[in-house]
């Protein structure tokens, strides 16, 4: 996967991975009314844009890595956090500083994060995070609350909307 680009289609169907691409499987979490009663999704990654015809209630996300901590192998990794957000326009210089300064150093020290890597699109939603980690139960757990939950972090959250996050783990399609 080009260490500066990434391409996702999230749907409940996808693709066969071809060379270079990554699947997964999963099911929507915090901040998109998902969780176990979630429907199970499926997430392809690609290096390259994502030729297959659209199809309704797909999310496709086409971006550019702005930011990075430790190793971030989608492939090997045990579980993938993948979270979207928009951010007001006038907040987004505070918001970018407060994700490469305080969030990505926070979650990225904990035990069982091996990497983070950010994106940013030209589209909407225009911010992702992906997380890759040793386990599904890491974003859930008292560490991460409070590695995450800061006072400049509640501050950014008043200027960000549309957050919808999936939590996947790698599967044959």
Excluded: Q
Excluded at 45 to 72: F, N, T
Excluded at 98 to 125: F, K, Q
Excluded at 136 to 165: E, H, L, M, Q, V
């Amino acid at each position: 996967m080009s260490a500066e680009a990434i391409h996702l289609l999230i749907a409940a169907e996808t693709p066969r991975p071809v060379a270079g691409e990554t699947a997964l499987t999963g099911r929507a979490r915090v901040g998109s009314g998902g969780g176990e009663d979630a429907p199970v999704t499926r997430m392809l990654l690609s290096p390259h844009p994502i030729a297959a015809p659209p199809v309704e209630g797909e999310i496709r996300w086409s971006g550019a890595r702005v930011a990075c901590v430790g190793l971030v192998e989608i492939a090997n990794a045990t579980a993938l956090l993948c979270n979207f957000l928009e951010v007001a326009d006038e907040a987004e210089e505070e918001f970018n500083a407060w994700y490469d300064t305080e969030h990505l150093p926070r979650l990225g020290a904990l035990p069982g994060v091996s990497g983070i890597a950010r994106y940013r699109s030209e589209g909407s939603p225009r911010y992702l995070a992906l997380f890759t980690l040793a386990g599904s139960d890491i974003p859930a757990g008292d560490a991460w609350r409070t590695a995450a939950r800061t006072p400049w972090t509640a501050r950014i959250k008043r200027f960000t909307r549309g957050y919808r996050s999936f939590l996947f783990t790698p599967a044959p399609l």
